[in-house]
């Protein structure tokens, strides 16, 4: 979990795990030993929460069964060996949420960039472009609903021709997120793509609703960004003894 030290961020990841439970704040201020009122002002950002409050809430927040669903898809980005990632837009750069185990063995700056660090003018000139593509075509802010992309990147000493399919997802907190597969071509199959000014494919439901050539041939999509997706519910529970929870 995030080192938070501002008090807006602890109150929010409290707030939507309410919503997520359906839950009223004295039913959380019961788990927290904490009265009502606290949580009320905690929400709000009215309250920085003592270093002793902070470790209950990091257990609380930081139980499997509490965790949001984004960070369980994240963490299984990052242990799968088939070629995956999530990324997001911040601050003006394309900045790496996970990159999967399949990822990171290409080697080179795959296998050494952190999360929050910026992918522009790290993995190579074909992949700044593509994502400045996307970005123009609205799929870092979820006003596409996907897209299919070919790229390249030379890495670890090996050249390599991926198609990457992209959907955007939110988190928890309602900020986009793009998650992408990518499965390995050949060097004629990436060339004819090319060639053929079919570089980026906007998809919805897996059919193509217009080719993007970066030359501006592309038909408008007439279907509505996408929502935030619904999360199910989770049965609320508290930490186990030992984990950090003060009762």
Known sequence: MTEWTDATHWGLALK????????????????????????????????????????????????????????????????????????????????????????????GAFATIKTGMPLNGAIGEDADHQFDRLEQLGLFDGAVASAESIWSTSQGGVERFLRSRSVPVRDDFGAWHVFSTHRLIDQDEYRARRQAGSEV????????????????????????????????????????????FMP
């Open 16 to 107: 939507k795990l309410r919503q997520r439970q359906n839950l009223k704040q004295e039913a959380v201020a019961a788990l927290l030993g904490l009265s009502q009122a606290y949580i009320s002002r905690l929400e709000q950002g009215g309250l920085q929460p003592t270093p002793e409050v902070v470790a209950r809430l990091r257990a609380l927040l930081e139980e499997p069964a509490n965790r949001p669903i984004f960070d369980d898809w994240r963490n299984g980005v990052a242990v799968s060996e088939q070629i995956s990632s999530l990324i997001h837009l911040r601050a003006g750069a394309v900045r790496l949420v996970e990159f999967s185990n399949g990822f990171r063995a290409f080697g």
């Open 201 to 244: 494919l906007l998809l919805r439901t897996g059919e193509i609703e217009f080719h993007d050539d970066g030359r501006g041939a592309q038909r408008p999509l007439t279907a509505p960004p996408p929502t935030a997706p619904m999360l199910p519910a989770r049965e609320l529970r508290a930490p186990e003894p030992g984990s950090g």
